[in-house]
């Protein structure tokens, strides 16, 4: 069971803000930064969010948060292109290691 | 821009020992900045987290793997390699290579390579 909880599963229509959570815990959302990626299908994963935010390139559509030991993705104006995995990874103080969540799969409807 | 390859067997039998090489081109591993790391993800599966390689040769390994595992970096070469020893069935996965993380932010990876699949069996 991965330590950082996220939903299996989201989804929305084109043009709706979705949101994306991510739990854990004061070892590791609680005390360090956050980090988003995003799989498109048959594709290596790519940074999305860094500690809140976007890297050069990425739309402001996307945007992320933290509050206490979870954080949030946060996608506006949802498009079609954006139907992917999204997983969330911070460093975990407690383990000494790198965790990332279990992923969730994001449904373009 | 910096770039990140991945490249070895695609086909490993069990027992043996997995190998795989990264090639960082458009920067140096032997910056400083950045560590550099190994993730796998199996068939239909989520993330795992394999480890990590320092320009100075410092390591970091998932304990999960640890008694198996050797990162290593040529800096000579622009490179660094996995080793997984001893494997099964349950190390067939999609292996990526990528840059980071840093030491501020343990958890930024970027970027990250196309990913190389490896399939254990006989």
């Known amino acids: 069971q991965p330590v950082l909880t996220q939903p299996p599963s989201a989804s929305g229509t084109p043009g709706q803000r979705v949101t994306i959570s991510c739990s854990g815990s004061g070892s590791n959302i609680g005390t360090n930064s956050v980090n988003w990626y995003q799989q498109l299908p048959g594709t290596a994963p790519k940074l999305l969010i860094a500690a809140n935010a976007r890297p050069s390139g990425v739309p402001d559509r996307f945007s992320g948060s933290k509050s206490g030991t979870s954080a949030s993705l946060a996608i506006s104006g949802l498009q079609s292109e954006d139907e992917a995995d999204y997983y969330c990874?911070?460093?975990?103080?407690?383990?000494?290691?790198?965790?990332f969540g279990g992923g969730t799969k994001l449904t373009v409807l | 821009q910096v770039q990140m390859q991945e490249s070895g067997p695609g086909l490993v039998k069990p027992s043996q020992t997995l190998s795989l090489t990264c090639t960082v081109s458009g920067g140096s591993v032997n910056s400083g900045a950045y560590f550099w790391s190994w993730v796998r993800q199996h068939p239909g599966k989520g993330l795992e987290y394999i480890g990590y390689?320092?320009?100075?040769?410092?390591?970091y390994y998932n304990p999960s793997l640890k008694s198996r595992l050797t990162i290593s970096i040529d800096t000579s070469k622009n490179q660094f390699s996995l080793k997984l020893s001893s494997v099964t069935a349950a190390d067939t996965a999609l292996y990526y290579c990528?840059?980071?993380?840093?030491?501020?932010?343990?958890?930024?990876?970027?970027?990250w390579g196309q990913g190389t699949l490896v399939t254990v069996s006989s």
């Open positions: 990528a840059r980071g993380p840093f030491t501020s932010n343990r958890g930024w990876f970027n970027p």
């Open positions: 390689v320092y320009y100075s040769g410092s390591t």
């Open positions: 990874a911070t460093w975990d103080d407690s383990l000494n290691g790198v965790i």
